[in-house]
Each structure stands twice: as structure tokens, then as C-alpha cells.
């Protein structure tokens, strides 16, 4: 992560800068001096000058000093292969800061060590498990916090039957909240849960 002074267009200067592992292929303004990165973790290869990229990776980045920028929390979810439409499309993030709110989609690969006997290699990937939409609560007192997940698959078999990317009728796409109801959308569902506990309140069937 790099902290870099365009005061002087002309002139741009690194004025500080963070090495940890994995990257962020977006990055969302937090307040003046926090940023979250969504992207994958990733695992330094033992054979070459690179890296085996991971699971979807969630940071949270201070850059209060900005000659010595940290990351304060991270979270990653799932194995390679795992991926979110949010690292091609920003719309497709939900965050609001005032209710300490982060929803994305997210397609989950998990692998199965019984694949792979002794230590599995970075570069293997998972089998998808699960689509739907992770929630967050995210504050600078307590940082990323899981509070849960919400799919419209009614089992999990799907996701091997239909796709092998986010072409199925039923992925979460798009996340939303109107008072305290959190609205998930797919093309064949709405969906709509307590923002309070996740408890489902009701879905619509799209045709």
C-alpha cells in the first residue's frame, strides 16, 4: 500500500508505504484517514519471483501517519478460487459508515483436504460451497466483525449443477438497506433480513 502526495501534479512524491501480503483491487475511503482494500491474500511462492493469490481478503488500513501507513484489521474469507464481484465493480459494495455496515457478495471455494494428503499446495483450488452475501460491522473500536451471511441457493449443489462463476440466477449481486430491513438482490430474488440479527423477514420471487 502506497501513500503518495499529489499536491504537485506534476510531481508526485511517495511519502510512505506498507508491504504485507496479498492485494486489494479496490479500495474504499473509510473517513480522512482509514481506507478498506478488498481483494485476495496471497501466499509467496517458494519457486519464483511471485505469489499464489488466496481467498478474498478484507483490510483495513490506517493512514493517519502517512509516512507510516498499518493495516489494523483484516479478514479473508474462503480458499483460491473465491472471488467477489466487488473486485471489478464498486457498485457492487455495500458500506455505510454512520450504521458501521459492509455487505459483498462474495462466491465461497473451500478445498477439501482429504484432496490432497500431507500439506496442500498454494496453488490448489477449492470446490464452491456457498454464494450469498457476507455482512460486516466495521468501526474503528473493534475493526472488521463477522455478523453473518445470507444466500438465495436453496442448497449448495446448485452452484456445481449451474455455473462456475456468478452466472447463476440466484448469486447475490446487489446489497441495500431501507431503515432497518438489509434488501439482497439476485436476478430471480429479493431477499430481506433484520439489519439487527439477519433473521429472514421476507423474499419476492422474480420472475
Known sequence: ??????ENPYN????????????SDYLHPYDENHIIGIG?????????NFAWYQGV????????DVGNPK??????IGDRGTDSPVLSD?????????????????LVAEIDPAKYPGEIPPY????YVWQGAYVF????????????????????SDLLKSYYSFSSSHSVKRALYIGNVLYTISDKMIKMNSLENLEELNQVKLP
Do not use: M, Q, W
Not at 508526485?12 to 492485494?23: A, D, F, M, Q, S
Not at 481478503?57 to 493517519?64: G, M, Y
Not at 455478523?147 to 441457493?153: F, V
Open 1 to 6: 500500500l502506497f501513500v503518495i502526495d499529489l
Open 12 to 23: 508526485p512524491n511517495v511519502l510512505g508505504y506498507l508491504k504485507i501480503t496479498g492485494y
Open 40 to 48: 485476495k491474500e496471497t501466499v509467496e511462492a517458494e519457486e519464483g
Open 57 to 64: 481478503k478484507i483490510s483495513f488500513f490506517d493512514v493517519t
Open 71 to 76: 493495516e489494523i484489521d483484516k479478514y479473508e
Open 90 to 106: 464498486h457498485k457492487a459494495l455495500l458500506f455505510d459508515k454512520p450504521k458501521n455496515l459492509l455487505v459483498i457478495p462474495v
Open 124 to 127: 490448489a483450488y477449492g470446490d
Open 137 to 156: 460491522n466495521i468501526s474503528l473500536t473493534h475493526g472488521l466483525v463477522f455478523k453473518g451471511r445470507i444466500t438465495h441457493l436453496d442448497d449448495a
